[in-house]
């Protein structure tokens, strides 16, 4: 990368951080470029040279958000796909620690971005949220246990609503429970045995 797209990339990235921001406390029609670019110490000529619109901004924020995930799953996800492939289905378990942690580990490193996006469901992808937890965990463990794709939402939905209200408190919390504890909780709900409150007291 030369000075020229260093430069370019950190003035997008202020201006990706600064919008989260704002959506940390303000719904994203109300926010204005000028709020944009004074949190992000940049002028106006400078916003419109890179977005035409803040919807544009939103965007890229997310595909941003999007590609840092993945890096979190890199190796994990093969883990993972290598633990769906290889276990008799007598021992596959639809949620366990094992998949939750890394997805919990990025919510906790991007809690900002989690907390705005749980302020504004209708304007940040909705992928923000779980749309990465359906793709890599959920369906190809639905899929191995054959259920077909017809019935796979009801499941989904099911899962996907739960893991997010416990996450929406864990960030209410500002994460201060480990990543540990919270993926023995959503076990625990899943599975009960009581392993969460030996988690929690460790």
């Known amino acids: 990368m030369n000075k ?3 430069k370019y990339f950190n003035t997008a990235l202020a201006m990706d951080n600064a919008l989260i921001a704002l959506l940390e406390v303000k719904d994203l029609e109300y926010i204005t470029v000028k709020e944009i670019c ?3 110490g940049v002028n106006r000529s400078t916003f419109y040279l890179h977005y ?3 919807t544009d901004l939103v965007n890229e924020a997310m595909e941003s958000v999007d590609t840092r995930f993945l890096s979190y799953f890199a ?3 093969k883990d993972i796909w290598d633990k769906i492939n290889g276990n008799e289905l007598s021992e596959l378990i639809l949620i366990t620690q094992d998949y939750l942690k890394p997805y919990l580990r990025f919510i906790s490193d991007n809690r900002n ?3 705005a996006s749980f302020r504004n469901p209708n304007n940040m992808q909705a992928n923000i949220r779980y749309g990465n937890l359906k793709k890599y965990i959920l369906e190809p463990i639905l899929e191995k246990f054959g259920v077909s ?4 939402q009801y499941y ?3 899962y996907i609503e739960g893991i997010a209200a416990i996450i929406k408190e864990w960030l209410k919390r500002d994460c201060m429970d480990s990543v540990e504890v919270i993926a023995a909780v959503i076990e625990e709900c899943v599975r009960p045995s009581g392993g ?3 988690k929690e007291n460790e």
């Open 4 to 6: 020229s797209e260093s």
């Open 38 to 40: 004074e949190k992000a």
């Open 52 to 54: 035409e619109t803040i």
């Open 75 to 77: 190796q994990d996800t």
């Open 113 to 115: 971005v989690y907390r």
């Open 149 to 152: 794709g017809k019935i796979q």
């Open 156 to 158: 989904i939905v099911y």
């Open 196 to 198: 969460a409150d030996r």
